[in-house]
């Protein structure tokens, strides 16, 4: 039987700041595994090192880098960027691996890491299962030598790389001059790159969540807040609004009316696009059991299949490799298009977006409503500390609200991979159905997790 990983998630390590695993020793035991792993070959080795703009990426990145060193290899600091953008920059550095410090949505009182290995790609489990064994080893006699220690230094241009990357995305002789955009950069590692990418293509911005302070970071704004933005484009008169999170690997849309654009329309959109005009791979698009079954149904109807995976955006890329797909995402926002970058890219996600808008000169709302989804409702119950699934109520409660739902419906019930929640989710024809079931089955998980505790 394979074990179980005991630090990464489904994205990276992630908890709260100066706890365990976010401390300081943590990290830097991380970048000595890390580094001894990916030294590879007699070259000299080279990690990237970005975070987001919660003040615990001051503690967290000193002490990877001091880890790395230790390792043997040199260390690339880039400072605040999107997740997005250390993919990219650890591909085109050439380096041997990448990290970016951030909690993503999660409130600055969190951290994570993320790590990417040199084509850009999320690690798999059973590379974090090797990271994590060397952690627990005994590296005293692993370690560089006092001659072979890695160097740090600052790459200064790493921004203007990511911004150029960026604007490269948007088709070839169109501009944003007609339309004003609401840019929502959740406080967070995108606030000086997003706003500058959509302003060079000549778009009309209204900045706002451009203020961190290391404690603001998706603080009332941002994609987990998408009435804030909705409110913007409002005030504002603007014709899409773009909210991103954290680190900007997710987006969430408003359009001129100031209605909330989910990830599963902006898939659409982006599928049955790239599908007209033949730059769409495969035989659809990559999606999770998170998506809603009206994506599915829209996507039968124009002869795409959507694929479904785990949550989780790493899933969901390894699946488009495998199946040799270029457009995959998630409900929240995770949006990746592989010919543009190796894992979520809100940024890049919205230009594609808005290379629809100006092409048929239609407004927002009229473009981006592909399909009308099916009543969905998700609720979460936070647990102290057992999950409450396996309890006997609980597992009586899940048969018999499948029962309710029959074929025409669907229930997922899972545990977050980043926090101590069971999530719970159904969709269905009948709205008020689909609202009794997730009630009904939350208030039995609570009495469980109660108990348990």
């Known amino acids: 039987m394979t074990p179980p990983r005991r630090l990464f998630g489904t994205d990276g390590i992630r908890g709260t700041a100066n706890l365990e695993p976010m401390t300081a020793e943590t990290a830097l035991r991380l970048g000595q595994a890390a580094g001894l792993l990916?030294?590879?070959?007699p070259h000299r080795h080279r990690v990237v090192i970005g975070k987001d703009t919660r003040l615990s990426g001051y503690m967290l990145e000193p002490a990877l880098t001091a880890g790395f060193i230790g390792a043997g290899m040199d260390v690339t600091l880039v400072g605040p960027l999107p997740t997005p953008a250390i993919a990219m920059l650890t591909r085109s550095l050439r380096a041997d691996l990448g990290v970016m410090l951030s909690a993503s949505h999660n409130p600055f009182e969190d951290n994570g890491i993320k790590l990417f290995d040199p084509d850009g790609c999320k690690l798999s489990d059973a590379t974090e299962r090797e990271i994590e064994a060397l952690m627990a080893a005994d590296l005293s006699g692993r370690l560089a030598a006092s001659r072979a220690l890695g160097r740090a230094a600052r790459l200064e241009d790493a921004a203007g790389r990511y911004i150029e990357a960026a604007k490269a995305t948007f088709p070839r002789g169109l501009r944003l001059g007609d339309l004003k955009i609401v840019v929502d950069c959740a406080h967070g590692a995108a606030y000086r790159v997003a706003p500058t990418v959509l302003w060079e293509l000549g778009a009309t911005v209204i900045p706002v969540g451009v203020s961190p302070d290391g404690f603001n970071i998706n603080?009332?704004?941002?994609?987990?807040?998408?009435?804030y933005l909705c409110a913007q484009v409002a005030e504002h008169g603007a014709d899409l609004g773009?909210?991103?999170d954290g680190d900007a690997d997710r987006v969430l849309l408003a359009d001129e009316?100031?209605?909330l654009i989910d990830g599963d329309q902006?898939?659409?959109?982006?599928?049955?696009?790239?599908?007209?005009?033949?730059r769409l791979r495969g035989d659809g698009i990559v999606a999770t059991v998170m998506s809603n079954l009206g994506l599915e149904r829209f996507l039968a109807g124009i002869d795409l299949r959507l694929h479904r995976t785990q949550v989780g955006d790493r899933y969901v890329a390894e699946r488009m490799r495998a199946e040799g797909m270029n457009i995959g995402g998630e409900q929240s926002g995770h949006m990746i298009l592989s010919d543009y970058a190796t894992t979520g890219d809100g940024l890049v996600a919205a230009l594609q977006v808005l290379a629809v808008l100006v092409e048929q000169g239609r407004p927002a709302s009229e473009v981006c409503r592909a399909f009308a989804p099916l009543p969905q409702v998700l609720r979460n119950v936070r647990f102290a500390e057992a999950s409450p699934l396996q309890a006997r109520s609980?597992?009586?409660?899940?048969?018999a609200a499948e029962a309710r739902l029959g074929?025409?419906?669907r229930l997922l019930i899972r545990e977050s991979g980043t926090e101590p929640l069971v999530r719970v989710m159904a969709e269905a024809e009948d709205e008020a159905l689909v609202v009794d079931v997730v009630d009904s089955l939350c208030a039995v998980i609570a009495d469980a997790a109660r108990i348990a505790a």
């Open 407 to 409: 074929s025409s419906g």
């Open 38 to 41: 990916f030294t590879r070959g």
């Open 394 to 399: 609980v597992q009586a409660a899940i048969a």
């Open 219 to 227: 603080q009332g704004c941002g994609s987990t807040v998408p009435a």
């Open 257 to 259: 009316q100031g209605e």
């Open 266 to 278: 902006i898939l659409a959109l982006i599928a049955r696009s790239w599908a007209a005009s033949g």
């Open 242 to 244: 773009i909210a991103l």
